[in-house]
């Protein structure tokens, strides 16, 4: 059933700072799932929050369908930041936000939500993450409403994990689905 719900929806898959390379479980999962769209940035070595939001907004608005965002790394600051700032989220059904980078590494923090995200959203962090630590990551996801996720010790859950096809992170992707199907069924 989760497989048909996902075929529902739009998928966009938002990489972090110098996008995500072949063996990246981002990569990967387009390749199983050739429909997933990716968000390209004009520059991936250059990770400006009010830019890369204003891309994956564009993104956004050129296709109605109801849309699951698939973030990693700078990636999830990204789709927060854009959800935030309601340019185009009425399209926006659902966020799985794997492996946050810490905004105040990158002097972002009072620019992202303070409050609950609009949409249905997962957490995604590991115990070992260079990038932000497992308790500042569940205090983002507790502000944002989002289900929290403690993925073990997978440092930034990335290529360098080893995950593969990351058949986890693939099932928090159909659950996301259904929690954004059911609410669609209740909003109607």
Known sequence: MAAHLLSQFRVLVAPGLHNSGPAHWQSRWQRLYPAFERVEQARWDQPVLSR?????DAVLAQDTRPTLIVAHSFGCLTTAHSLAHD?????VAGVLLVGPADPDKFGVSELLPQDELPVP?????STNDPWMT??????WAKRWGSEFVNGGALGHINAESGLGDWVFGQRLLHKLAEQAHNER???V
């Open 52 to 56: 890369w939001s204003a891309r994956l």
């Open 87 to 91: 340019l185009s989220p009425s399209t």
């Open 121 to 125: 959203s997962i957490m995604v962090a």
């Open 134 to 139: 497992v308790e500042k990551a569940e205090r």
């Open 185 to 187: 069924l209740l909003s």
